[in-house]
């Protein structure tokens, strides 16, 4: 597990596995989650981190 956090943009993203993702689903508004070809999850992509985790 990567987690990198984007100042910039207040985007962190936490790579769950070593996968390609193939699809994205919005589980939450700002909050994606990525999935491989077989829907299995490999990242979750939080927008507006600071506004929902304590960075």
């Known amino acids: 597990m990567r987690i ?3 100042p910039e ?3 962190l993203y936490i790579d769950l596995a070593d996968r390609p993702g193939a699809d994205a ?3 939450e ?3 994606i989650l ?3 070809g077989q829907g299995r999850a490999v ?3 939080i927008d507006q981190a ?3 985790l304590s960075l």
């Open 50 to 52: 600071s506004k929902h």
């Open 9 to 11: 943009t207040d985007s």
């Open 29 to 31: 508004p700002g909050i």
């Open 43 to 45: 990242g979750l992509d």
């Open 25 to 27: 689903r919005e589980i």
């Open 34 to 36: 990525d999935l491989d």
């Open 4 to 6: 990198e956090y984007f």
